[in-house]
Structures are given as C-alpha cells and as structure tokens.
C-alpha cells in the first residue's frame, strides 16, 4: 500500500516546472545585457546600467482586477499578461523612471497547461513592449482555492531613474500645457461596473454583437490590453521638459491627474467628444452612468496624461505621433483655490 502523495492532494509540482521550462527561451527573450541570472534560481539578479551616475531604484505593484472575469468567461487568456506589465511600467513611468525588470505571481487552484501557456506568453509580450526584463515570478497550484478555470495575477516591476531627473510635479505652473496620449479603449479599470451594466442589467453575452461596437464579439473589445507608454515617452524626456505624468487608472482623468497638479493650480481638461472610445460611450447609455461618475470610473479614451511647457507643446504632439501615439493637446495650467482637475467635453 503507498502512502499520500503531495500530488494525490492535487498539487503537481513537476507540472509548474515543466511549463516554466518549456517557455524558458521566450523569457529569455526579454532579458537584455544588464540581467545576470537565469529563469530556475531563488531570486533574480540585474546590475543598473553604467550610465547612471547617481541612480534611484523605482518600485510598483498591480494586478488585472476584474478584468481577468472577462478572460474566464470567454476562454481567451492571451492578453491579460500585457494588461498586468502594463498597470505597473506605466505607474513607474509617471517619474521618468525606465522599467528594468519584471516579475509575476500566478496562482490556480489546478494549473491548466494551455491557460498557463497563453498568459505567461502574454507577460512576455508586455515585458518586450515595455523594455524590461521578465526576470522571475511565483506559480502556485492551491486546489481548491480557486474556481475550476480561474486563476489570480499580480506583477511587480523595478525602474530606475536618476535622481536629479525625477518627474513629479513640483514644476508645473501656471500656463504649462496638458498633452493626452489615446487609451486601447477601458485597459483595465471599471470592470466592477462593465460587468454590473451588460451581464446583469442586460444579460448580454460574451460573445454578442453589442450594437455601436462593430462586429466582433464582445470579448474582444473588452480584452483589448493596457497600452503601454514606456518606450515612446522615454524618447520624449531626452528632448523636452515633461513636468509631471499621469497614468490614467482607477480615478480617472479627476482622481489622477490631480496627483502631480500642486496646491494652488488646476488643471483645466477639455475632451472631445469623438476622442472617447465607443464601448464608453455605449456602457453609459445602458447604464444611464452619470458623467461625473464615468470620468472617475473610466480613462474616457486617455490612458496617460503629460504637462509641458507651453511653447514645447505642439514638438511633443508632433514627436508622440511620429512615434504611433495618438497624442492632442488637453488644456492648460491655471490658478484655482478649490480644485485641481476640471474636466469638460466638447463635440
């Protein structure tokens, strides 16, 4: 008679090894010259480029949210690992900060190859986008922990930047100029509420032909990944003098731009109407959302947010777009005592 196995519990250990090995080159595709470990060890090791003369270490952490409930759904898990890179590279972007490496956390309570497969690839894809280095993670089998299918992601990046070129703000005054940059469309906030207006307000399936959003399926639109802003603002700080960055999250255009607006100013936003990706548009119009909730809910069609100097305003248009950016100026800096975010919509 044999004994209980660790397996018999439903943990296969050698499975989580196996697909970590057999994706091993397309990690290592990411890595670049300054990584100095291998995928396998018990922690990771990159040196800071030579280049920096007196560097500050940058750290960030997020997960996909909700969204990951859409992949589960519709059985398309290709994309969330770019979403899951780019909610934390876009935060350490807002300093000025350049991405260096990556790590994720992937956890299921029984660890499907395929599905394992396709986000893993994902991440990588993301890591390429944004320049950095998938260095490592955590694959965890915790059965019964999960639903069947299902499965949590967190990821963890490290940046650099030298200290005397931190972004944060302080800088910006009266007259700067706020430049938006096109979101994909929702990227990876709201889907509390996504999910509440179609699934049960109006019980519209996954795969439907949502009218006002052409004809893919659902999920597609609502799969589409984060952007990732990383190496086209990177170019921009070389050239110009950025002032303060947003990453347009949960809070939206109010909630974060007003973090790098200092006391005192406002940030004056005016959004054109037909700037404003159509699933935003037609989840207010099933779900009777009002405005001031949409604007702090959803990107409202931009997914990261620059102040410049007036008179460099029109260059950094001109240079994001050069760069396959969808770039446009937003407003202006001004005076204020009670606010530091006004946000408008014009036709």
């Keep these: 008679m044999t004994g209980t196995t660790y397996k018999d519990s439903g943990v296969d250990i050698g499975k989580a090894d196996r697909l970590i090995s057999g994706l091993k080159n397309r990690i290592e595709r990411t890595f670049d010259g300054h990584v100095l470990s291998s995928i ?33 759904m519709s059985g398309k898990h290709d994309t969330v690992g770019i979403d899951l890179v780019a909610m934390s590279v876009n935060d350490v972007l807002t300093v000025g900060a350049k991405p260096l490496n990556f790590l994720d956390y992937y956890a299921s309570g029984r660890i499907d190859e395929a599905i394992y497969y396709d986000v893993l690839s994902g991440i990588c894809t993301g890591c390429e986008l944004a320049g950095c280095a998938l ?142 990706p159509r699933i935003i548009g037609v989840l207010q119009k099933l779900g009777d959302v009002p405005l001031d909730d949409m604007c702090s809910t959803f990107n409202m069609g931009i997914g990261f947010v620059l102040v410049v100097k007036t008179d460099e305003e029109e260059a950094v248009i001109e240079t994001l777009d050069s760069l396959g950016e969808k770039a446009f100026s937003l407003g202006i800096v001004e005076e204020a005592v009670d606010q530091r975010v006004s946000v408008s919509f014009v036709p």
């Design 40 to 72: 396998g060890g018990f922690a990771s090791l990159t040196e800071i480029p030579e280049s920096y003369r007196r560097p500050v270490l940058v750290s960030s952490t997020d997960g996909v949210g909700t969204k990951l409930r859409i992949a589960f």
């Design 135 to 276: 260095v490592g993670g955590e694959t965890a089998e915790m059965p019964s922990f999960y639903e069947e299918g299902e499965y949590e992601l967190a990821g963890f990046v490290s940046a650099v930047v030298e200290k005397d070129r931190i972004i944060d703000g302080s800088n910006v005054k009266i007259g700067d100029r706020v430049v938006g940059i096109a979101s994909s469309g929702l990227h990876s906030n709201g889907f509390s509420l996504v999910r509440k207006i179609l699934f049960d307000l109006h019980h519209i399936g996954i795969a439907d032909r949502v009218e006002g959003l052409g004809d893919q399926p659902l999920y597609e639109e609502l799969l589409k990944p984060t952007k990732i802003y990383a190496k086209p603002v990177l170019a921009l700080l070389d050239r110009f003098t950025v002032k303060g960055m947003a990453h347009i999250t949960g809070g939206g255009l109010p909630g974060n731009v007003s973090r790098i607006i200092p006391q005192g100013l406002k940030a004056n936003i005016v959004v054109q109407e037909d700037r404003i």
